[in-house]
């Protein structure tokens, strides 16, 4: 994925419309790791799961996770670090990053998990199915969080 770093009115019509192509791709990527979860709770005979309105809300959570997390503006350019590197663990930037980073991890790998379960036509019990239903919401969380802060401060970055 490339970081572009112009304004998105400087944005070629072309290049607007693959990076809205990329973000559909990373929602409908979400919903689809939010399916399989849901699918995996629900062969565990979780009856919090058990309607379609249950799965299409897990489904949209793992839409707004991976629509905000995976994809953050871009550093802007007084606050990025330069050669040398600082000594430290980094800036409050790359924490957010990190943020985004563990909780795309954390819900791929509760998909994971989810799928292999199904496939493998495992017998889901509801505690592992609850435990990786929570890390895969956790996961969601993460991203969508560190999203709205990386968009709060490029906001608040571009406004002074």
Known sequence: MIKRRDPWHTRSTISRSAHVLERTGLALTGAACGLFV???LG???INL?????AVLAVMVYGAAGFYLGIDLPPVPP?????????HGLGSRWDVV??????????????????????????TARPIAA????????????????????ARMRANASNRS
């Open 97 to 122: 990053e990190l943020l985004s980073a563990a909780g795309t991890f954390v819900a791929a790998v509760a998909a994971v998990v989810s799928v292999s379960s199904i496939i493998l036509d495992e």
């Open 38 to 40: 849901a699918a995996h």
């Open 130 to 149: 609850l435990l990786i239903g929570f890390c895969w919401a956790a996961g969601a969380t993460m991203q969508m969080v560190a999203g709205i802060i």
């Open 78 to 86: 007084d606050h990025r670090m330069h050669l040398p590197l600082r």
């Open 49 to 53: 799961i058990g309607s379609g309105a």
């Open 43 to 45: 062969r565990a005979d």
